[in-house]
T-cell receptor
Framework: AQSVTQPDIHITVSEGASLELRCNYS??????LFWYVQSPGQGLQLLLK??????LVQGIKGFEAEFKRSQSSFNLRKPSVHWSDAAEYFC???????????????FGKGTHLIIQP | KAGVTQTPRYLIKTRGQQVTLSCSPI?????VSWYQQTPGQGLQFLFE???????NKGNFPGRFSGRQFSNSRSEMNVSTLELGDSALYLC?????????????FGPGTRLTVL
């Protein structure tokens, strides 16, 4: 079964500084990888996704992530954070079910991002 | 285009009761998935419906069930509520069942069991 680890429960970054959120996954085949963001009282919004091809993926709001198969990682990065980036960030892996269709997403426990002025 | 809507947004029930949550997917989306979010367990997959059929199911007891109607709207039911069922229940829709298709999440229903 697949699993996702986000080692950092909380991260504090100064506004304007760069950001990297870590994500490690465990899955036997080529994974489908996602990063979602959740603001208080809101649902999840997809930031970016990786299925195949270029290992550096660009997303919305200036975020990017790099898939590294050798390290089983899919870290999220942003060169300069804004106060509005404060939120909960979730990494997820998707599996393909034996029936050929998509399975549910397995999420990490999330990283709470705090932005200091 | 309207997003995924969930009703009600907040719900308070007592132990032993049952509850039904509703999800209206984005127009044209045929797949609806449900997730439970709690502080302790995080986000966990409950089940997915596609064209009125449950295709995949997570590791939850039989008290959790769901269904999907011909217009793709979905309902989730929890019977014999327990305190541990208090959670944010999120619904997500996508056009088809492929993982390549983006899953759009609703705002969730906050269920509190007393």
């Amino acid at each position: 079964a697949q699993s996702v680890t986000q080692p950092d429960i909380h991260i504090t970054v100064s506004e304007g500084a760069s950001l990297e959120l870590r994500c490690n996954y465990s899955y036997g085949a080529t994974p489908y990888l996602f990063w979602y963001v959740q603001s208080p009282g809101q649902g999840l919004q997809l930031l970016l996704k990786y299925f195949s091809g270029d290992t550096l993926v660009q997303g919305i709001k200036g975020f990017e992530a790099e898939f590294k198969r050798s390290q089983s990682s899919f870290n999220l990065r942003k060169p300069s954070v804004h106060w509005s980036d404060a939120a909960e960030y979730f990494c997820a892996v998707g599996a393909r079910s034996s029936g050929g269709g998509a399975d549910g997403l397995t999420f990490g426990k999330g990283t709470h991002l705090i932005i200091q002025p | 285009k309207a997003g995924v809507t969930q009703t009600p947004r907040y719900l308070i029930k007592t132990r032993g009761q049952q509850v039904t949550l509703s999800c209206s997917p984005i127009s044209g989306h045929r797949s609806v998935s449900w997730y439970q979010q709690t502080p302790g367990q995080g986000l966990q997959f409950l089940f997915e419906y596609f064209s009125e059929t449950q295709r995949n199911k997570g590791n939850f007891p039989g008290r959790f069930s769901g269904r999907q109607f011909s217009n793709s709207r979905s309902e989730m039911n929890v019977s014999t509520l327990e305190l541990g069922d208090s959670a944010l229940y999120l619904c997500a829709s996508r056009r088809d069942r492929g993982l390549a298709d983006t899953q759009y999440f609703g705002p969730g229903t906050r269920l509190t069991v007393l």
